[in-house]
Structures are given as structure tokens and as C-alpha cells.
């Protein structure tokens, strides 16, 4: 797994798979593809933030 903060289309991932597509199997945890990296609204982040350590830590 990888996770990451940012949305999907932002951060490490892309770079990642750039050099890793087919040679590791790698499932991304992180949040929802976005224009911006913050959703502007508290309430909203601290549910993503809770979902991805969630989804992390469950794995």
C-alpha cells in the first residue's frame, strides 16, 4: 500500500507509479482525485484525514 495526505493526482503517487507500473503491486490510499489539495471546509478534512488512517491501519 501506499498512502498519502494529498488526493490521488497530486503527491508521490503519480511519480511512483511512473517507475513502478508493473514491477510491484501498490494500491493507493488516499483521498478522492481533486483540484485543490483542501477541501476548505474543516469538518470535511478531519472525516477524510480519520478515513484514510482508518483505511491505513486496517490493512
Known sequence: FWVQEEPANMG??????SF????VELELIARKTSASPATGFKKVHDEQQQNIIDRAFLM
Open 20 to 23: 513502478l507500473w508493473g514491477q
Open 12 to 17: 508521490a503517487w503519480q511519480y511512483l507509479l
